[in-house]
């Protein structure tokens, strides 16, 4: 999958080819949106390496996120935490994180997906690394566009699973859910070494909206890098640049919500979208995004 020096991974343009053609049409032919799982993505002994290295949560200042729109325990060691602070990176992950967003690495996602004039995003707005414990989750969602410029349209997710020996009876499968948010389609399980790519638009809902049942000390680990074009066009599968998130209560979990919340989805259910977007940008500005 690449070449290396006595330290450093690099990708390999020839050997991305061969993956995008692989790929390439599981990816667009995937309901309920395109997206593709590629198993054993990169060496093994790197993706140890990268698990081996991913810090736990009190290894960092982690940002504690929750399930999303609803309430939470408030504990890092249950709840989803992240980090979009590079120096907050582990060497060997921060160098991993570097190449995911290089031209090489542009160029097999362009080819995988189709999608072209992509661009990375060196500030990892909203992306980085994500770890969540046993007893966490994430509500079912359409993301917002994270980028602060509205020209950069979000238009594709990467996340890579870190944790090794992922067992099925743990949960934490990635939900993909139809266009109205009404019914699970499909499950993507957070397997060591996949990576995952997928379509993101105003109606690609996704999450893991069920407890985690892992062992005691065992998170879901995961690298998450997004993708951009710059203005995207308006089709019916994408509304336009949004800075708040879409979220969906699917489970008894999603009720518990505090008046905070109930503020966040009165003020999206009643004020014209322009002023949302920018209430949205403003409390992502001010940490109030909890």
């Known amino acids: ?51 081996a290295e991913f810090p736990g949560p009190n290894a960092i200042n982690w940002r504690l996120a929750g399930p999303g729109d609803a309430q939470h325990s408030g504990d890092k060691d249950i709840e989803k935490i992240s980090t979009s602070n590079e120096e907050l990176f582990p060497p060997l992950i921060r160098h991993v994180m570097h190449e995911f967003n290089s031209g090489v690495f542009l160029s097999f996602v362009e080819k995988l997906t189709g999608f072209t004039q992509l661009s990375p995003d060196p500030r990892y707005y909203g992306c980085g690394l994500h770890s969540t414990g046993r007893g966490g989750r994430l509500m079912i969602h359409a993301d917002a566009s994270r980028h602060p410029n509205p020209n950069f349209d979000q238009i594709l997710n990467m996340i890579y699973y870190a944790t090794p020996g992922w067992r099925e009876e743990w949960g934490g499968q990635l939900e993909l859910w139809d266009e109205t948010a009404s019914q699970c389609v499909g499950k993507v399980t957070p397997a060591f070494n996949s990576m995952l790519i997928f379509f993101t638009g105003t109606k690609s809902f996704h999450g893991h909206p069920h407890p985690l049942a892992t062992p005691p000390g065992i998170r879901r680990n995961s690298l998450a890098v997004y993708y951009y074009q710059t203005d995207r066009k308006i089709d019916d599968t994408y509304s336009g640049h949004k800075n708040y998130v879409e979220w969906k209560r699917t489970n008894p979990l999603d009720q518990r919500v505090s008046m905070f919340h109930r503020a966040k989805k009165l003020a999206r259910d009643t004020l014209p979208e322009g002023v949302v977007n920018k209430l949205a940008a403003l409390a992502r500005r001010m940490g109030w995004t909890s």
């Not at 049409?25 to 993505?41: G, L, M, Q």
């Open 1 to 51: 999958m690449g070449n290396t020096d006595d330290r450093l991974f690099y990708f390999d343009s020839k050997n991305l080819a061969e993956r995008a053609a692989e790929y390439a049409e599981k990816f667009r032919t995937a309901k309920p949106f395109s997206h593709v799982v590629i198993p054993d993505f990169l060496p093994d002994a790197l993706a140890q390496a990268i698990a």
